[in-house]
């Protein structure tokens, strides 16, 4: 499996399988939203579109990281989240770095989205997928976060079967700008425990796979193949995600 780690702002063309990874913290939070009962995620374009899409829709729960902010009902913390009841819920989510760079690779075949808290889920799709190639979009700080790095790196050998330790790789996540920021505040939006949360290997068994729906990016949780997994497949098998994950509604 050849791997590729890129910023969002170094992506050239339109990759077939794309990683996009923001530990801290957008999809350690949209794992949580799943996890409290969300149904999907739209992942917004702007702050504008995020609002425009809760006018249109009051149900929703619209989402933004930093600061609370008139108009949202969320932001983007997973300390902060995890005690929300958003059973069967559409969350509208826009984040500084991770929607955006799942919204760069919305024409991928394939596109998940990950933190640790998703990982060896999220490789067991890899896995499954048998994709030649992977391209890891590292969301945070052009490309160069080590917590998004760090984590793109360990799916990426446990995608291709290695027996990793997933010690060191946490903690440069761990000692990582994002950690420091989040831990002295310089984060708004923030819980004390959302440095941990985010550092919470495989906390849930589902991966997120992201894809166009009715003009918008939606982001569902994927229960993905159990052991023993299949062999790689190709496409066939990716849109056979799309199609399951489409037909849940909604
Ligand atoms: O919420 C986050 O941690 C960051 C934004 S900021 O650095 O706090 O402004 O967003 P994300 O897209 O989740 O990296
Ligand atoms: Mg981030």
Redo the contacts with the bound molecule.
């Keep these: 499996m050849k791997t590729r780690f890129l910023g969002t702002a170094e992506l050239v063309g339109t990759p077939s399988v794309a990683v996009v990874v923001?530990v801290?913290?957008?999809y350690t939070?949209a794992a949580w939203a799943f996890a409290r009962g969300a149904e999907r995620i739209v992942l917004a374009w702007s702050l504008d579109d995020a609002l425009a899409l809760k006018a249109r829709h009051p149900a929703w729960i619209a989402l933004k990281?930093?600061a609370p902010a008139p108009g949202f009902d969320a932001v983007?913390?997973p300390g902060l989240l995890r005690a929300a009841d958003l059973t069967g819920r559409t969350v509208v989510q826009k984040?500084?770095?991770?929607?955006?760079g799942a919204l760069a690779v919305e024409d991928a075949s394939l596109v998940l989205c990950a933190g640790f808290v998703v990982a060896e889920a999220t490789a067991r799709v890899l896995r499954w997928h048998g994709a030649e190639e992977v391209t890891y979009v590292v969301?945070?700080e052009e490309g160069r976060a080590e917590e998004d790095l760090a984590c793109a790196q360990y799916i990426a050998h446990r995608a291709a079967g290695g027996d990793t330790d997933p010690a060191s790789y946490l903690r440069r996540a761990a000692t990582s700008r994002?950690a420091h920021?989040?831990a002295t505040g310089v984060?708004?939006?923030?819980h004390p425990e959302d440095v941990a949360l985010c550092l919470e290997l495989d906390r849930f068994p589902f991966a997120m796979v992201a894809a166009p729906e009715d003009g918008l990016m939606v982001l569902r949780p994927h229960d993905g193949p159990t052991p023993p997994e299949a062999p790689g497949p190709g496409a066939d098998h990716v849109s056979r995600i799309r199609v399951s994950e489409t037909d849940k509604g909604g």
Excluded: P
């Design positions: 923001d801290m913290r957008a939070v990281d930093g983007n913390s984040t500084t770095a991770g929607t955006v969301t945070g994002a920021e989040l984060r708004r939006g923030a």
